[in-house]
């Protein structure tokens, strides 16, 4: 019987040449080019110049030719979570959406990422801490923030469709894991398509998950009379033409500035077609803010519409 491995080294120096690690209990394939495993501590650290790591689709691209990043993986806190994950080097990791086919949703960093789970709510979510420089961002919906430090919390799909019998809150139902809160620390700013939050120390937005709305609705069809319907069809109402209203002209971003801010956003999806075509464009998502709590040191600014 050959004696069980405590400890495995495994690198390779050639150009191009990466080695893999797959893990099939947390669905994670990574990539780099020095592996260290100790089968006692369950820990495996890999580094890479640079480092990649796909999990679930989600991938994540750290370190670069003149600076490597290190990905130290172990066994959760609890019995049944999944690994906890550190990676230690600037870094970028983009979240895969499965109702776009895309991974549109990206946060990045410059120095950590540490990956491990919360209960929120009698519901276990995955938390990233992302260190120094940090942004998160949804390239498609114009919205990004940034801070010293970010701290994400993913709800599980499993969990979303468990609140579909809210009438007015209802989430998506696409499969895939959603931010529901974020959290700025240090020298924060952020921006959507309704408000600039200019600066602040420390900011919170949750999201809320809301029904889709259309953004070209198509007026109800007119009635046609039937070949055999003898009724005749109804005349035009008689009166003067309707007065053609004026849209409004859209207001800038409202401007904000406070120490501490917490943000209530809705994430809505806007359908360009009610009954979408293969062919079709991916819906667009839309954060328009609900309501904001601001503490200290408190300035609003909106310029006017004209």
Request: aromatic share 6%; proline share 11%; charged share 25%.
């Amino acid at each position: 019987n050959l004696p069980a491995i405590n400890k495995l080294h495994a690198w390779t120096y050639s150009p191009g040449r990466l080695l893999t690690v797959t893990s099939q209990d947390d669905g994670m394939q990574a990539y780099g080019q020095d592996l260290v495993h100790d089968r006692r501590t369950r820990q495996t650290i890999l580094t890479g110049s640079p480092l990649y790591v796909v999990r679930d689709h989600n991938v994540l691209t750290a370190g670069h030719q003149q600076r490597a990043a290190t990905l130290t993986t172990q066994p959760g806190p609890n019995p049944g979570n999944r690994a906890r994950i550190r990676v230690d080097g600037p870094g970028r990791v983009e979240l895969f959406d499965k109702a776009n086919n895309s991974n549109a949703v990206a946060a990045s960093w410059q120095r950590s990422l540490i990956q491990t789970q919360e209960q929120v709510d009698d519901t276990e979510q995955d938390l990233f801490i992302f260190t120094e420089g940090a942004k998160f961002e949804d390239v498609k919906a114009d919205f990004w923030l940034k801070g010293n430090v970010l701290k994400l919390w993913l709800k599980p799909a499993a969990q979303q469709s468990t609140a579909t019998a809210t009438a007015t809150r209802t989430p998506p139902k696409d499969g895939s894991a959603k931010p529901s809160k974020v959290q700025a620390i240090g020298d924060v700013s952020s921006h959507s398509a309704e408000y600039d939050i200019e600066h602040t120390d420390q900011l919170h937005v949750f999201f809320l998950d809301v029904q889709p709305v259309e953004s070209n609705p198509l007026p109800p069809p007119a009635r046609v009379p039937k070949p055999n319907d003898s009724r005749p069809a109804p005349a035009p109402a008689a009166g003067p033409a309707p007065a053609v209203v004026q849209q409004p002209q859209s207001k800038p971003p409202l401007k904000i500035r406070a120490k501490d801010i917490h943000t209530w956003v809705r994430r809505q999806t806007v359908e360009s077609d009610p009954a979408p075509k293969r062919d079709d464009p991916p819906p667009r998502i839309k954060y328009p803010l609900e309501r904001a709590l601001c503490e200290d040191q408190v300035r609003n600014h909106q310029d006017p519409a004209d």
